[in-house]
């Protein structure tokens, strides 16, 4: 004959083992995929238009400028510059401002805190109503838009998100 006896500590035991299991699958289940917010989740802009737009898989020029032209930009062909940038550990007042503005398209910098992005900057040429120089400023990481803005090279200039509709 087979006798087994449980005493309290192993009730305990499987018991906390339980909600633990339970913890963890619901916390799965709660957790975002890392798909920036506006991929997911509109903002400002239409479902339509959201849905629509690839934030990733961007490996190429030929694939950075087809990014802008799903906002309605037509660029120059090669960027004026590319640049290796280090988002810096903390940010100050300039950097919690423009992280504001990416947070707007559904962007994070906070995720990428002493990480090196290449930032891509396009000129571009269809920008209604405005004779002087407008960039499109691309931030990756790898080959994923995790920020940017479309801004003038003017003192007294502008700067707004991908989307028109999204100021600063």
């Known amino acids: 004959m087979f006798i087994y006896t449980m005493r309290a500590s192993s009730l305990k035991f499987f018991g906390v083992t339980t909600l633990a299991v339970i913890a963890l699958v619901t916390l799965l289940f709660f957790i975002p995929s890392g798909v920036p917010a506006s991929a997911s989740t509109p903002s400002t802009s239409s479902l339509e238009t959201v849905e629509t737009i690839r934030f990733d898989k961007i490996k190429t020029n030929t694939d950075r400028t087809d990014f802008l032209r799903q906002f309605g930009w ?12 280090t988002v810096p ?7 919690r ?5 990416q947070k707007k398209q559904g962007f994070d910098l906070t995720k990428y805190l002493k990480k090196n992005v290449t930032r891509y900057s396009y000129r571009i040429t269809n920008y209604p109503d405005y004779e002087g120089d407008v960039l ?16 003038s090279t003017d003192a007294n200039g502008f700067i707004h998100g991908f989307d028109r509709n999204i100021e600063y």
């Open 74 to 85: 037509e660029t120059e062909t090669d960027p004026v510059e590319e640049a290796d940038v």
């Open 89 to 95: 550990a903390e940010f100050d007042k300039v950097y």
């Open 97 to 101: 401002s423009y992280n504001e503005l």
């Open 136 to 151: 499109a400023n691309v931030l990756i990481y790898k080959n994923r838009v995790i920020g940017g803005d479309i801004c």
